[in-house]
């Protein structure tokens, strides 16, 4: 239609040349309904964030202004047990904070050698088998690996350190798992960075006499610094967030402490073969049964997901601002 | 001087010093080299470990005791109806009832073959399925009523007491010249010599340094079947008379299963008389008690099914016949109309001998498969209460159903198996002979290697019994999710991904805004998705999702925890990682192509639809299979919004209460009973191969349009 439009009225322009031919842009209805959709679906994405955010924020203050709970006490309370209203976030973000460390000291080391391994290291053929094989560790799903934590990583604990002093729900097993899951992650964000460093600086570096560990460690790795870094913080964004398999292998009930001094007695709160409930495990722990809307329950997990949102959200921002404040231009 | 800055002196070294240093540098740089490349191993090892915890929980022993095993119901069953055939005899004498054969010419009956011997010439033999029973056809089994005969010691028993060694030498170097006397079938020569290697093995001596062991004296107990008990006895007997020694033997005759459970657990007897071989189950158990099962096959047995000679019309019947003859037909005219009408007399051994339960096993079978519909009902009947009959008459007549279903019923309701143990495969091969005695423990019990992964497991809804439980409904969940998660994520993303890559310019507040908000909203945890699906699709437009305003489900029990729920949740979900893909996609596609395209006139969208999208389809299909597999491997967000935790129906409208595959895979893993962990990795291995065929989809699309060169 609009194509036959344009051949007639140049056709009409065409046939009398007293008459300028015109070359202004055209309205195109058609075009701009497109166009408009098109907008209105790139704004789905922004609507998705202004909903999480506002669900968020409303049924965290709908918790926070409850009589039973109080800001003070939720920020530094040590007990975290709904049936008795207490509702002090730290039992949750401790269990969050534990397993999460645990996970990055097995992927931070882990992911960065393969990464150094893959980049500086491996032949073409051995990339070619080694990469893919990590790339399906990245594509299984994580209540897998919540079954391989119970199942495997827990039994392996008991036999090391005796049954006795490793509880079957605990806090080392699912950090471990959860640190072989980030594993691809690292890695490959690692690998781009390191080869992204353009060869120039290897070869100048292999010409005044360095090894190819010297290279690797103290020229391309700094080099790659600052993708290398988005990497460890996007891998602790994603450990933070990790559901699964604390859910299943962590515990599901949060360790609460009667007062700090308990606490800290000890380093108590830091024990990793203890059972403890993460942020996450206990959301969906929660919500697993028919929770009723409008309840204490509905709305403390609302508020711990608020929390959580603001913890991977200042994660992810720090990344890219270390990637953009420290990215090295060759 | 920069080179080494930790040299004091600030000097390059030099000769022997140079080369240490060279050395030195070499070896660390190898061992890092080795470390680099071990941890790259370790994540490999992780993911093989991973998969073989799955199929180690998938395969493995379970033990399975019944309430009424299915062989005896079914044995019982058949025995009965013999024993209450009309005009029939049972006699413990098979004397008696060959003698009355022989004077009846329209009797029918069977016993111990040595009696068919002495009175071969009143008595027909007839041939079973045109087999006539003779020492071939019985050694190699062609014979329908062949089994057989074994007995049994182990190499310990043999090391310790002379007395059993020595006698069994005896006894397989003669009893072939004993057998058909005492009324069975010898085995072949190659047989016996087998029989007599392996005792050659077991006690290091041979026939000519067997001497070394007399002589003998003391007990040799003998433990098990009856059948086999009369050829050890005899030879006891025989071996004290030619050989002159002081042994004495005493037989238990308690059938070959209590015999195998008290020879090997039990550890009774020295020798154990057996009518079947042992199972490689019985052999662990065995084993796993310290007696490693000696097998020597010793004699053949044959059950002569016989008429009078006088009778003129019978020399062949078949296994069908038979069971016609035994039990329902009055006259011989009723089991074929060419033989006389004339009432049928059967002469059988009574119940407690092993001769009638060996006829009933392998005539009527002993798995209920064999049985005939009206027997399957007769047996259902008979076993369950009235009340129940006429509830499962009034479901559907017992008539109308199936064999299939009748044998399903009746294991369902008679037999009732029980799962009482489960192993994992590690378990099922590196224990076996542990956990062979420990099921051979349990009264009843059977073990067998079971697959958790199984086609009904792929095809039956979720139950309380491990045993029948299933994926299917939270299969299908799963692809209803996936497939209303790609409907909303697809079009939109790739709607939203034209837009950033063709009209934004990136420079107005908005597209800034676009653009840091979808790499947000990609690091955002997947629970959180969740809480916004639970507050947004089920809370708010719960009269949507519920599908209460288009008139679906009875408003008073729907709630927003439906199908469409999931779907969008997981489509709002996957939404930034198609955005990204396809971005990517249409960013590959070269600037020349639209510039040709603007050159002639086309509009922008024309551009769009007939030049960038058609080049960049492949990359964005890859893109959107990876999205979508992620969608499918998600668990937590569909939790949150809220899966059934129970149902058995299949989802039919996007308005169904649902499960999903991972929900189902971490309810069965958050059990403690071993069994719900061997489904959940069955589920898994269902979830991967999913996955994987997902996966491969998307290679395959890669490769078949591979990246043009442009």
């Known amino acids: 239609m609009e194509q036959q439009s344009v051949i007639s009225s140049a056709a009409g322009a065409w046939s009398d040349p007293t008459q300028p031919i015109d070359l202004h842009k055209r309205r195109r209805l058609g075009e701009s309904i497109i166009r408009v959709s098109l907008i209105a679906a790139a704004f789905v994405s922004v609507a998705t964030t202004i909903g999480i955010v506002l669900v968020l924020i409303f049924d965290a203050i709908k918790f926070l202004i409850r009589p039973e709970v109080s800001l003070w006490e939720f920020f530094t309370s040590t007990i975290w047990q709904p049936q008795i209203l207490q509702f002090g ?198 919500s697993g049964g028919d929770i009723s809307y409008d309840s204490i329950d509905y709305d403390s997990i609302f508020a711990i997901a608020f929390m959580l949102f603001i913890l991977t959200l200042i994660l992810n921002i720090i990344s890219r601002w270390v990637v953009r404040r420290f990215r090295q231009e060759y | 001087m920069a080179v080494n800055n930790k040299r004091p002196n600030g000097s390059f070294p030099e000769g022997d010093e140079f080369d240490r240093f060279v050395r030195r540098r070499q070896r660390v740089g190898k061992t890092w080299h080795g470390l680099f490349f071990a941890a790259t191993l370790v994540g490999i090892i992780a993911l093989a470990a991973l998969l073989i915890d799955v199929v180690d929980d998938t395969f493995g022993y379970v033990a399975i005791q019944s309430n009424i095993p299915e062989t005896t119901l079914v044995m019982e069953y058949n025995k009965v109806r013999m024993l209450n055939a009309p005009r029939t005899l049972a006699s413990e004498d098979d004397q008696l009832l060959a003698q009355n054969i022989g004077a009846r010419p329209t009797a029918i009956g069977f016993f111990g073959y040595r009696f068919y011997q002495k009175n071969a010439e009143s008595l027909t033999l007839l041939s079973v399925d045109g087999v006539q029973p003779d020492e071939q056809t019985v050694e190699s089994g062609e014979y329908l009523l062949a089994r057989p005969l074994f007995v049994y010691t182990s190499d310990a028993i043999i090391a310790e007491k002379n007395q059993v060694a020595a006698f069994l030498f005896y006894y397989l170097n003669n009893v072939n010249q004993q057998i058909r006397d005492i009324g069975y079938f010898p085995v072949s020569e190659d047989t016996l010599t087998q029989a007599q290697d392996a005792w050659a093995e077991a006690t290091g001596l041979t026939a000519s340094t067997v001497e070394n062991l007399y002589p003998v004296t003391g007990d040799v107990q003998a433990v098990g079947s009856s059948t086999v008990a009369p050829i050890t006895q005899q030879m006891a007997d025989e071996f004290a008379r030619t050989e002159g020694q002081n042994v004495t033997l005493t037989v238990n005759s308690i059938g070959t299963d209590a015999g195998i459970r008290a020879f090997c657990l039990d550890r009774e007897g020295d020798i154990l008389d057996a009518s ?42 078949t296994t069908d016949q038979l069971k016609q003859i035994f039990t329902t037909a009055d006259n011989w005219s009723d089991v074929d109309p060419s033989w006389p009408d004339r009432p049928i007399l059967h002469f059988i051994p009574s119940g407690d001998s092993g001769t009638l339960d060996f006829f009933v096993a392998n005539v009527f079978g002993t798995t209920l498969e064999e049985q005939d519909p009206a027997d399957l009902i007769a047996m259902l009947s008979a076993n369950i209460s009235s009340g129940r009959l006429r509830a499962l008459e009034a479901d559907i007549p017992l008539a109308n159903r199936t064999p299939e279903d009748l044998v399903a019923l009746i294991r369902a309701e008679v037999v009732k198996p029980q799962g009482v143990g489960s192993w994992t495969l590690f378990e099922s091969i590196f224990k076996r002979q542990e956990i062979a005695a420990e099921v051979a423990a349990i009264p009843g019990a059977e073990l067998k290697f079971y697959s958790w992964l199984n086609w009904n497991f792929l095809t039956s809804p979720q139950s309380t019994d491990p045993y029948k439980a299933g994926i299917n409904v939270a299969i299908w969940g799963s692809l209803w999710i996936t497939i209303i ?159 059934a935790t129970f149902i058995v129906v299949q989802p039919d409208s996007p308005f169904s209460k649902f499960t999903s595959m991972t929900a189902q895979i971490y309810q069965w893993t958050s059990r403690p009973q071993a069994e719900f962990r061997h489904l959940a990795a069955a589920g898994i291995i269902a979830l991967l191969v999913l996955l994987l065929a997902l996966n491969a989809t998307a290679i395959i699309l890669r490769n078949r349009y591979a990246r043009r060169e442009y």
């Open chain 1, 89 to 286: 976030i730290f039992p949750l973000f401790n269990a969050t904070v534990l397993t999460s460390l645990i996970g990055m000291s097995v992927a931070l080391p882990i992911g960065l050698m393969i990464a150094i391994y893959l980049s500086e290291y491996a032949s073409a053929r051995a990339r070619g088998i080694l990469k893919p094989t990590l790339e399906i560790l990245a594509g299984i799903p994580t209540v897998v690996f919540g079954f391989f934590a119970l199942g495997f990583v827990t039994p392996l604990l008991q036999g090391i350190f005796g049954k006795n002093n490793v509880e079957i729900f605990n806090v080392a097993s699912a950090g471990l798992v959860i640190g072989i899951l980030i594993i691809p992650l690292v890695s490959s964000m690692s690998e781009d960075a390191l080869s992204a460093v353009p060869r120039s600086l290897r070869e100048a570096s292999y010409g005044i006499g360095a090894t190819r560990l010297e290279t690797a460690v103290r020229v391309v790795l700094p080099a790659a610094l600052s993708g290398i870094s988005a990497a460890v913080i996007v891998g602790i964004s994603r450990a933070v967030g990790e559901t699964m398999v604390v859910a299943i292998a962590a515990g599901a009930g949060p360790r609460n402490f009667a007062n700090w001094p308990e606490a800290l007695k000890g380093l108590n709160f830091l024990n990793p073969f203890k059972a403890a409930e993460t942020m996450t495990g206990h959301i969906v722990r929660i």
């Open chain 2, 276 to 317: 079947r071989a042992m199972g490689a189950v019985d052999t662990d158990a065995c084993a796993a008690k310290g007696r490693q099962p000696l097998e020597f096959h010793i004699a053949n047995d044959g059950i002569p099914v016989v008429v009078s000679a006088e009778n003129d019309f019978l020399t062949a019947v």
């Open chain 2, 485 to 643: 998660a790609f409907l909303f994520a697809v079009p939109i993303g790739v709607g939203a991904a034209i837009y950033l890559q063709e009209y934004s310019t990136g420079k107005s507040r908005f597209d800034q805004i676009v653009e840091t908000n979808i790499n947000n909203l990609a690091g955002v945890p997947s629970i959180i998705y969740g809480m916004l699906g639970l507050a947004v699709f089920v809370r708010i437009l719960a009269p949507i999702t519920s599908g209460a305003i288009f008139g679906y489900g009875d408003p008073s029990t729907t709630n927003g925890r439906t199908i469409l729920s999931g779907g969008l949740t997981l489509g709002v979900l996957i939404l930034p990682l198609v955005i990204i893909n396809a971005r990517e996609a249409i960013r590959a596609v070269p600037q020349a192509l639209r510039e040709a395209s603007f050159g002639l006139g086309a509009t922008r969208w024309q551009t769009i639809w007939n030049h960038v999208l058609p080049n960049a389809v492949p990359g964005i299909l890859t893109g959107v299979i990876l999205a979508v597999s992620r969608a499918f491997g998600e668990t937590a967000p569909l939790i949150v919004v809220g899966v």
